[in-house]
Structure formats: C-alpha cells, structure tokens
C-alpha cells in the first residue's frame, strides 16, 4: 500500500466501473477519482454508488454538469437552474456530497455574441458557486476540452472556480495551449489547481505513441517506457499539478505513478512549443 499521491487523479469517462480498478487504485495510493453525470450513458454515479458505496468515502470526489439526457442524446446547457438541479440529482445518485463539480465544457454553449457568453458563462459559474456556499459540493470547477473562446469571455466579475481542467499531453496543439495558459491568468488560476486531462488523448493504441519518442522531454528516462514518458511529459504540457488518466488496468496506473519520479527536462520542452508556435505561424492563415 503506497501513500497518497495527489498528482494522479483516476479518470472514468472509458473506464468499466469495476470494483477491482478502484480497490487498485487506492492500495496504488491513488485517492481521487473523476467522473461526470454522463459518463457511462448517464449511469456512472448511479454505478458507482450500487457496486462501491462503502469504497467512495475513502476517495476524494470530482465530477461534472453540463450534459443533459434527452430522448434524441445528450444535450449541452449553461441554463443556472438545470445545473443546479444536476448538482442535487448528483448528490442523491452518489450518496453523498462531491468534493468537487466541474463545469463541463462551457464552450459547447457558446454562441457568436459576445455579451451573450459573459452573461451565460457567470450565471453558469454563480450556478455552481451557490451549490458549493449551499454545501451541495465541497467546491466548484471548470472542465474545458477546447478553452480557446473562454479567455475573452471570463471577467474579473464572475466567479472564480477553485480548480481548472484542461487537456495536457504531447498530442494538445500550440493554440489549445496557450489558451489554457490564458484562462488560467484570466481566472488567476495557479499550478496547484490547475489540473490536466486525457494525457494520451484517450488511447495509447494510437499508432502516433510508435512513431515519437517522449522520454526526449525528460532529462533521464532510460528505465521509462513511451507510455510513461508521455504521461510525465504531460505535467508540462501545460504546466498543471494534477492529471485525471483513464485504465481499467491497476498494474498501468503503477506503471505511470512510477513515472513521475523521473525529472522533465524543461528546456526540451520550451524549445517544443516554440516549434509548434512557429509551425503554426508558418501555416497560410
Ligand atoms: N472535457 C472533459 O472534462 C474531459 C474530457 C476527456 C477526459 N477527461 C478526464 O480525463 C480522464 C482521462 O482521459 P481519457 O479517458 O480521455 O484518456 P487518457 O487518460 O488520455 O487515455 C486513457 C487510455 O490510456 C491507456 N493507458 C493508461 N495508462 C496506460 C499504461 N500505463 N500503459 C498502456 N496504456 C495505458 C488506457 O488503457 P488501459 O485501460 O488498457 O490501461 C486508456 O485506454 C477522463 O477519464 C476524465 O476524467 C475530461
């Protein structure tokens, strides 16, 4: 049994939802889990809740508002008061309080008007703000998988959410990045919540992990496989303190808190977004 690593967060967007992965988990000191209302077509708290109940009070919590069931798929809304009632439908299929609600991909609602989105946005974070002062969740988030239109639309007015989640890994292009670096400041979000997502962009099956080799972002990653690199290199790309990684495989996630011993070599990895930046700046626009 490991200590407790907060740096690795337990993701369940692929997962299977099997009782082994998080008795795993926890032996691997692995003591976060993330989730969503709509992961497992809608049912993930519901699963969780029948078949590890006694297993969620040992882990801390995160999940995510934004999607709706509808009889013709899933359904995308900032409205504050469907929110706010998916908090509280939360809380009633889990069983308990989340340590933390994100909100899921804002973006996905956005619309041309820019006074539009300001107001949607801070209704949306107020939404979440007063679940957390109301104690329907231990506090709030925001979860973006393309954070680009987000930076011009956050002001000082709204809301600050405690924690930021945004994709991170050598497959997250030189825009999405520095967009992410950009609502980070907008919202004065610093490392410590800051938090990365899908490191392999959702597979490592991929055969793009063949044809790189991460360990080049790390300044000694002989004992590392391509896998492990990646996920260390990860960290850094943007920089963030956490990252949710998805397995159903608990010897996987050994392998990649294994990684995180080895040092990133910073330098490889500045000199790496200055290739993706002056790619992009090479590109017709
Ligand atoms: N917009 C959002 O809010 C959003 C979007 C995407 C993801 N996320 C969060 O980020 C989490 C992770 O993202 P993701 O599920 O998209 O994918 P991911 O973490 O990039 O990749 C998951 C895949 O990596 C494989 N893997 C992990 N460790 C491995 C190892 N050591 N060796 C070989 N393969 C390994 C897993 O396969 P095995 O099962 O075989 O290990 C799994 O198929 C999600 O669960 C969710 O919490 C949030």
Known sequence: MRGPD????LGLHRSRHE???????LDLGV????TS???LGFHSHRTLARMAGDLLPKFTVSTKVGYFPTPNGAEHSLDPLRLHRAVEQTVRDLGREPDVVFLHNPEHSLQESPSHNRDALAQACTALDDAT???LCGAWGVASWDPSPLPEVVDATMPKPSVLMVRVGLLVGIRTLEAADALSAAWGVDVRTKWGMSPFGGSTNSSVWDRIDPRVFLRDGSDLTRVQAAFRAAYHLPQVGTVAVGTDEPAH???LIDALTEEVDEQAIDEY???LRDRVRAQPA
Do not use: E, F, K, M
């Open 31 to 34: 003591t976060a889990i993330d």
């Open 273 to 275: 977004r200055h290739l």
């Open 19 to 25: 009782r082994r992965l998080l008795t795993g988990a």
């Open 133 to 135: 002062l109301n104690g």
């Open 6 to 9: 907060p740096r690795v967060v």
């Open 37 to 39: 209302t709509n992961y």
């Open 253 to 255: 996630l050994s392998q």
